[in-house]
């Protein structure tokens, strides 16, 4: 996988241009070297067979003869020519060799110290009578032409690694851009900011196409979720509106009720419409909290702090009860957050440990912090909830109890969840041996 | 405390109901069934209070409200809604609303609420540093407090519990008004958090004798006597 990152692609990329490049320069060096040689072995062939004469015309003087015209002729002159003897002593031509070169063609080079001539190519061939003659040619147009080749190559192949690699860069870094872009959108957008949106660049093309029809499916998105918040709004006025009326018709009942009986019946009647009121409270604060919107009054609090607050509060209310609350808390802990849902958080949190347990049972409030995380812990020594069991408390009406007779609507765990989501953490049910722990985990970033 | 009251509401049965019981708690009642006839009401009868549903007909309650407010009528007004987000809330209250109470109400509840922004019309505050019901004095700058001239030793919460009750001595306050004030939540918790606070500050307010000044009103909440 790490090999189709987009940086690893440039570089594979890359080298592979390289490699082509720095080929195809020496293919191209080679395939001329190749082709002078060729041409300069034709033409001192020719030379030479001219100067040599045919078979039966090879006297010394004749041979003389046509290396002096030869030498004097303007179309070659530049070329060196040597006739030696059978013992190696020179006859004549216009150049002297520091070693024997070998009967047919060879390569000369600027060690073999032949005045003007720094690369050539030498013909050697026997010309009767135990005379050998020798003709030699340049292989260089002009001087230092392998230095001169050199520059070429390099300014030519040069320019064009460095605009291949200056637009692939350019590339990389446009295309990483515009995907960061798309990236952060959505991050944004899982985060709950709806209103987030990849920006256009007014260039137009692809990107912007893309972005485009990104940013026209966000919009569709957006518009469901409306339409869904719109018809959750108009469910709770339209059933908010019924149970207030019967709401008040049972207290108006209940102001005209003549005998104690009756009473308590419209007395339990309203009690049973206020339970399912607070069930419906329960269920809209929780699609509030999944709405993301309080995300937006975020502040900076000390959860160490709160967590103090809370339990000092809640102290009374366990003692009242016959168990007993202490708080374990450090130095500040700073994170950012939604003071009122964490504080109705912690409070249910200890309000359900006090309701779930029998007297006596000594309940703690706690917050750890270290580099990574944050952790905020509401532990008992009471019962617990058995493991295979855990996932369906944290349900939606998940109740443990299947005579559903406890107090509570089963909402409670599901609205602190969605609290901790709303903060970007995790709620988990841990096993306190004995008893449970509740542990939210908060990132520090 | 009797008042004169401007209920608008849509809703006929809710409506009816409600006024019935508001009257049987000492108060006159008006209806308006939407926004139109509620603006005409108040340009026509001085009323103490408006009872103000936020979804109304023709003219709805935000407007209603807005209206009120621009033509600087400083009458108090509460919203009553079946919206019961907390951002919907905010919109109430800095729309001009004095309280925003979500559907359904009791009407005892609804009665306190408007007892206690009626009254915080009249209540000059600032001038004096303390706040005196019968034997009980408050000083909140000082965050003390005394009976009969002993000093009384309360915790953060029950010291603000008992300045809610003196700045309110002889009206009656919910336990949801109180999580409000004294506690600063805006949820309902599901122990009796109020009921125990009320015991421990009435065992420091009898400690040193006098009679318990704190009257539990069955249903509704409790009420200090001034």
Redesign the interface.
């Given at each position: 996988m790490r090999f189709r990152s987009l940086r690893a692609l440039t570089l594979a990329f890359l080298l592979a241009f390289l490699l082509a490049t720095i080929g195809t320069g020496f293919a191209i060096h080679g395939i001329t070297l190749q082709t002078i040689e060729r041409l300069v072995d034709r033409r001192i062939l020719v030379v030479s067979d001219a100067i040599a004469g045919a078979p039966g015309d090879r006297r010394p003087a004749d041979v003389f003869r046509r290396i002096d015209a030869a030498m004097r002729e303007r179309d070659t002159g530049d070329i060196g020519l040597l006739l030696v003897d059978a013992n190696g002593n020179r006859l004549g031509g216009n150049i002297a060799l520091s070693r024997r070169l070998p009967l047919g063609f060879s390569t000369i080079a600027r060690d073999d110290r032949i005045a003007g001539l720094s690369a050539g190519r030498a013909l050697v061939r026997d010309v009767g009578g135990g005379m050998t003659l020798t003709t030699v040619a340049e292989t260089e147009p002009f001087d230092d032409y392998n230095a001169a080749r050199t520059r070429i190559y390099l300014i030519g192949f040069g320019s064009i690694v460095l605009i291949v690699v200056g637009g692939m860069v350019f590339f990389v870094v446009t295309i990483g851009r515009r995907i960061g872009e798309t990236r952060r959108t959505v991050e944004a957008i899982i985060d709950g900011d709806m209103t987030r949106r990849v920006p256009i660049h007014p260039s137009g093309g692809e990107f912007a196409h893309q972005a485009m029809a990104f940013n026209r499916m966000l919009d569709r998105i957006s518009d469901l979720m409306a339409s869904i918040s719109n018809v959750s709004?108009d469910i709770?006025?339209d059933l908010?509106?019924p149970?207030?009326?019967?709401?008040?018709?049972l207290?108006?009942a209940l102001?005209r009720a003549e005998t104690e009986a009756q009473r308590d019946d419209l007395?339990a009647a309203i009690a049973m419409?206020d339970e399912l009121?607070?069930m419906f409270?329960a269920m809209?604060?929780i699609a509030?909290v999944e709405g993301g919107?309080?995300r937006a009054a975020f502040a900076a609090l000390d959860l160490a702090d709160l967590v103090r607050e809370v339990g000092?509060?809640?102290q009374?209310?366990a003692a009242?009860?016959g168990r007993q609350l202490d708080i374990a808390v450090d130095g500040p802990t700073r994170i950012v957050g939604d003071r009122?849902l964490l504080?109705?958080a912690m409070?249910?949190l200890i309000?359900n440990a006090?309701?779930h347990t029998p007297a006596g049972t000594r309940i703690g409030i706690g917050v750890l912090a270290t580099d990574a995380a944050t952790t905020l812990t509401v532990t008992d020594n009471g019962p617990g909830i058995p493991a295979d069991r855990r996932k369906l408390a944290l349900r939606r009406f998940g109740r443990l109890d299947p005579s559903r007779h406890d107090?509570?609507h089963g909402l409670?765990l599901a609205l602190i969840d969605a609290i901790v989501r709303l903060h970007r953490g995790t709620l988990s049910l841990e096993d306190a041996d004995p008893g449970l722990r509740v542990v939210i985990t908060l990132r520090r970033d | 405390m009797s008042l004169n009251l401007l209920l608008v509401e849509d809703d006929a049965v809710f409506a009816q109901a409600m006024a019935e019981e508001l009257r049987g708690l000492d108060h006159c009642v008006t209806i308006a069934v939407d926004g139109r006839e509620a603006l005409a009401a108040v340009d026509s009868a001085p009323f103490d209070a408006v009872v103000l549903d936020r979804m109304l007909p023709r003219i709805d309650g935000m407007t209603v409200l807005e209206r009120l407010r621009g033509s600087n009528m400083t009458l108090p007004v509460i919203m009553l809604t079946a919206l019961g987000r907390s951002v919907e809330k905010v919109e109430g209250l800095e729309a001009g609303a004095d309280d925003y109470v979500v559907k359904p109400v009791a009407a005892a509840e609804l009665s306190a609420r408007l007892a206690a922004v009626v009254r915080g019309r009249g209540w000059t505050g600032g001038s004096a540093d303390t706040i005196r019901a019968g034997d009980i004095v408050v000083s909140p700058t000082k965050f003390r407090a005394w009976r009969d001239g002993i000093a009384l030793d309360l915790g953060k919460l029950e010291f603000k519990l008992l300045a809610e009750f003196v700045a309110n001595a002889d009206a009656v306050l919910t336990r949801a008004m109180l999580v409000e004030r004294v506690w600063g939540y805006d949820f309902a918790p599901t122990t009796n958090i109020v009921d125990v606070y009320v015991r421990h500050l009435r065992v420091k307010l009898t400690a040193a004798g006098g009679e318990d000044p704190i009257v539990t009103v069955r249903g509704v909440g409790y009420m200090l006597r001034g």
């Open positions: 709004n709770a006025h908010r509106t149970l207030a009326r019967l709401r008040s018709q207290a108006l102001r007395e419409s009121l607070a409270a809209l604060r509030e919107d309080r000092d509060m809640m009374p209310v009242d009860s009122q504080g109705q409070v249910n309000e006090i309701r107090a509570g409670g | -």
